[in-house]
């Protein structure tokens, strides 16, 4: 996505889905960010994203951050030549699992453009679920399904990757056998087009499973269930 003025309009409103979450990397981040400044219709897609996303955060109580994280920064901070790169860094060292759930959400979505917001198109609702080990528990993974596009992007936020092993996410409707919907990586969000059916998506629940290298090899998980989660529409 390094052109980003040969962009078709689906790629464009993924990108700003991405910005919104906050899991580009810096050359793909300043890149978006131009475009925000020079292109309207991207800046108000991205606000569209910023408030349709803003819902991950409603009910999730903020949690303060482990005294050995800002013990890093401190560390960082008085490093020379260090300080530019902190500040380019610190949202994902945050969104990484320095945080609990709402640490890292809020982390991503704290990048406000200042544009006038005017109403959302009228679009497919989009679907998205916080995925977590227990109900309480911090958020593993984000996702969201945007039923215009049939895509589903699986965004990690503190799960630990695991050495020769893949993440997978399933789709397990009420009363049957998990569908697989595609493989994850544990260090980058991932953008999956399922090719199973996704009606009645919003009846079922999301899952992460552990499997080897590349995803089960059997069509079912084997490996263990990491995180769940109900898709619920924004």
Do not use: C
């Not at 990108?15 to 990397?25: F, K, N, R």
């Not at 300080?83 to 640490?103: Q, Y």
């Not at 919003?202 to 990491?226: C, D, F, H, N, R």
């Amino acid at each position: 996505m390094s052109d980003l003025g040969r962009l078709s309009d689906e790629d464009a409103d993924m990108l700003a889905a991405e910005y919104a979450l906050g899991v580009l990397d810096n050359h793909a981040k300043l890149s978006a960010e131009r475009r925000i400044s020079m292109d309207p219709t991207f800046a108000r897609a991205v606000e569209a994203w910023q408030d349709r996303l803003s819902a991950l955060t409603a009910e999730i109580a903020a949690e303060a951050p482990a005294s050995h994280v800002w013990a890093g920064v401190a560390r960082r901070l008085e490093a020379p030549g260090n300080v530019v790169e902190l500040r380019l860094r610190r949202s994902l060292m945050v969104w990484r699992g320095a945080t609990a759930a709402a640490g890292s959400i809020a982390a991503a979505l704290a990048l406000v453009v200042a544009w006038p917001r005017p109403a959302p198109p009228a679009a497919s609702p989009v679907l998205t679920a916080r995925l977590a080990a227990t109900a309480k528990g911090p958020t593993v993974f984000v996702a969201f399904y945007d039923p215009g596009r049939k895509a589903i992007v699986l965004t990690p936020a503190s799960v630990n990757a695991a050495e020769g092993r893949s993440p997978e996410l399933w789709l397990i409707p009420s009363g049957g056998k998990p569908i697989p919907l595609g493989v994850a990586a544990f260090e980058s969000s991932v953008q999956m087009i399922p090719t199973a059916s996704m009606i009645g998506v919003g009846a079922g629940t999301l899952a992460v499973s552990v499997e080897p290298k590349g995803g089960s090899p059997t069509g079912q998980p084997t490996g263990p269930v990491i995180a769940t989660g109900q898709l619920t529409n924004l």
